[in-house]
């Protein structure tokens, strides 16, 4: 049973410190993305890459959020610094062609 | 600018009766409009999906009408189980690409 996973699956820290989130996507998908999940907002998309190019990253704060893919099988997320904004659910998701499978994300809690 | 509004933002029906969410977009390079199916504490699951070119699909008891010229997409679910109890988002892309997602439709099916 193919699955999106996800890493760590709760992460709690204080304002200023660097948060990396870690997403392996399913086999064979060539296409990753990074949403994020708020009460205020719902589902937003951050960034995404197909066969490891980065496609748009035009939905992340560019000042604090970086995403990379170093190879086919990891993609990561990293904050730094965070702030309290930035608590929410981030969601990746893996795709072969236009369906998308979501992992179980990654509670953020910034104090 | 919201691409992707859905109503109601909270439903209840009794078991055995139908479950309408509708949502409406504004950006006619969408061309793939999936529902997804989140429970609290997991990621979203894909439950159907349509393309422009039809006007319905069907799957079991869940199923999507779209009305392109209203630009207006649906979905039903037919004879409600409490299992169907769950956040429900549709969402639009062009074709491959990143999801923009409704604000989701919180629905409670009463036994």
């Known amino acids: 049973d193919a699955r999106v996973t996800q890493t760590p699956r709760d992460k709690v820290t204080e304002m200023g410190q660097e948060v990396t989130m870690r997403c392996q996507p399913i086999?064979?998908?060539?296409?990753v993305f990074w949403y994020r999940q708020t009460m205020k907002q719902g589902l937003e998309l951050l960034a995404y890459f197909r066969n490891r190019a980065p496609l748009d990253d035009s939905g992340m704060p560019k000042d604090r959020f970086s995403a990379e893919m170093p190879d086919a099988t990891l993609a990561t997320l990293k904050i730094q610094p965070s702030e309290p904004r930035d608590s929410a659910v981030y969601f990746c998701?893996?795709?072969?062609?236009?369906?998308?499978?979501f992992g179980p994300g990654t509670r953020l809690l910034v104090l | 600018q919201q691409q992707v509004k859905q109503s109601p933002q909270s439903l209840i029906v009794q078991k055995g009766g139908i479950s309408i969410i509708n949502c409406a977009y504004e950006?006619?390079?969408?061309?793939?409009f999936p529902w997804y199916q989140q429970f609290p504490g997991k990621g979203p699951a894909l439950l159907i999906a349509i393309r422009p070119d039809v006007s319905e699909k069907k799957e079991g008891r869940f199923t999507i009408s779209f009305n392109k010229s209203a630009k207006q997409f649906s979905l039903h679910i037919m004879d409600s189980q409490p299992g169907d109890s769950a956040t429900y988002f549709c969402a639009a892309s062009g074709g491959a690409d990143g999801l923009t997602f409704g604000k989701g439709t919180h629905l409670i099916i009463q036994p």
């Open positions: 998701a893996s795709a072969r062609e236009e369906t998308q499978y």
């Open positions: 950006n006619t390079a969408f061309d793939y």
């Open positions: 086999l064979g998908h060539n296409t």
